[in-house]
């Protein structure tokens, strides 16, 4: 199945100024499964720019939504994707 991913941010420049792609994956995917598979494909520098360092979290000034909504009003980075989904990845950004 496909899915879109939008690129915002930081993570644009990690990944080549894509904005925005359509992502082939298996069905009954998840977030956790699409963040895998764009690690790879991605590598070392998307993987430290979305996870936490030795883990499979995903970090805390992340966010990742879902058809609009963010994972934590959904199931996480365990939510099910369908068909056509809509997934945003966007780093908050702070300082001063």
Same mark, same amino acid.
């Given at each position: 199945m496909k899915v879109k991913v939008e690129y915002l /941010?930081?993570?644009?420049?990690?990944? /080549?100024?894509?904005?925005? #792609?359509?992502? #082939?994956?298996?069905? /009954?995917?998840?977030?956790?499964d699409l963040l895998s598979m764009l690690s790879?494909?991605?590598? #070392?520098s998307f993987r430290k720019a979305v996870y936490e360092p030795k883990g499979a979290d995903v970090k805390a000034n992340y966010i990742i939504t879902v058809n609009g909504y963010l994972l934590n009003q959904l199931d996480g980075i365990k939510t099910k994707l369908k +068909?056509?989904?809509?997934?945003?990845?966007? +780093?908050i950004v702070s300082g001063g």
């Open positions: /941010g930081h993570i644009r420049h990690i990944i /080549g100024s894509v904005s925005e #792609e359509e992502v #082939e994956i298996s069905d /009954g995917s998840s977030v956790a790879e494909k991605y590598g #070392e +068909p056509k989904d809509h997934v945003t990845l966007l +780093p």
